[in-house]
């Protein structure tokens, strides 16, 4: 299974941007970024195929978020623009074989990075 390494979360004002970073350790058909707040279920964020022509957002982030890649670096991106408290939570990206927005079709997760949005 794939490697895969986040990086980039931190601690934001409202309507700040971050950009956090997934780093594999090979290639992957498709890779997300999910999202998990305290006492919440984990969440679908955005999407992003093998060849980054093929992107889905969920509707609460969508016009804020863009997900990218550079195949050259096996790195996905997620640049997060208008941050707002309700995003603050721990960002994960994780590997599929398929498009999914369903966490357990995942087979290969991130350990997670924290994203703090402060009114």
């Known amino acids: 299974q794939v490697q895969l390494v986040e990086s980039g979360g931190g601690s934001v004002q409202a309507g700040d941007s971050l950009k956090l970073s997934c780093a594999a350790s090979g290639f992957t058909f498709t890779v997300s970024w999910f999202r998990q707040a305290p006492g919440k279920e984990r969440e679908f964020v955005a999407l992003?195929?093998?060849?980054?022509?093929?992107?889905y957002y969920a509707e609460l982030v969508e016009g804020r978020f863009t997900i990218s890649k550079d195949n050259t670096k096996n790195t996905v991106y997620l640049q997060m623009n208008s941050l707002k408290p309700e995003d603050t939570a721990v960002y994960y990206c994780a590997a599929s074989s398929h498009y999914s927005f369903v966490p357990r079709e995942y087979h290969s997760w991130g350990q997670g990075t924290q994203v703090t949005v402060s009114a």
């Open positions: 992003i195929a093998w060849n980054g022509a093929t992107t």
